[in-house]
Nanobody, 124 residues
Framework: QLQLVESGGGLVQPGGSLRLSCAAS????????IGWFRQAPGKEREGVSC????????NYADSVKGRFTLSRYNAKNTVYLQMNSLKPEDTGVYYC?????????????????WGQGTQVTVSS
């Protein structure tokens, strides 16, 4: 059974950093792309970043380019989202998702399974 478990969220001041983890079971990172999405209070869920099944391709939303970095550690079957220079507008629940297909595409229509989410709050 495919399961994704996020961790690493918390409260951080503007300009600070957090590293989110997405640990997969019942699914290996070579099986498909992994995406990160977030949902701010009162807003729709949006795509943040994704990494292809080979790990050779990543993609980022314009709002996080240059600040967020996605990586993976195959031995732990885990994907990491390093978030630097955090802003209050980065606040929200962050979800990782296993995607159908190998390519990095942030589309809801190809989400295979969601994690439970982890809260990120950026506030002074």
């Amino acid at each position: 059974q495919l399961q994704l478990v996020e961790s690493g969220g918390g409260l951080v001041q503007p300009g600070g950093s957090l590293r989110l983890s997405c640990a997969a079971s019942g699914f290996t990172l070579d099986d498909g792309a992994i995406g990160w999405f977030r949902q701010a209070p009162g807003k729709e869920r949006e795509g943040v970043s994704c990494i292809s099944s080979s790990g050779g391709s990543t993609n980022y939303a314009d709002s996080v380019k240059g600040r967020f970095t996605l990586s993976r550690y195959n031995a732990k079957n885990t994907v990491y989202l390093q978030m630097n220079s955090l802003k209050p507008e980065d606040t929200g629940v962050y979800y990782c998702a296993a995607m159908y297909g190998s390519s990095c595409r942030l589309r809801f229509s190809i989400v295979r399974s969601w994690g439970q989410g982890t809260q990120v709050t950026v506030s002074s």
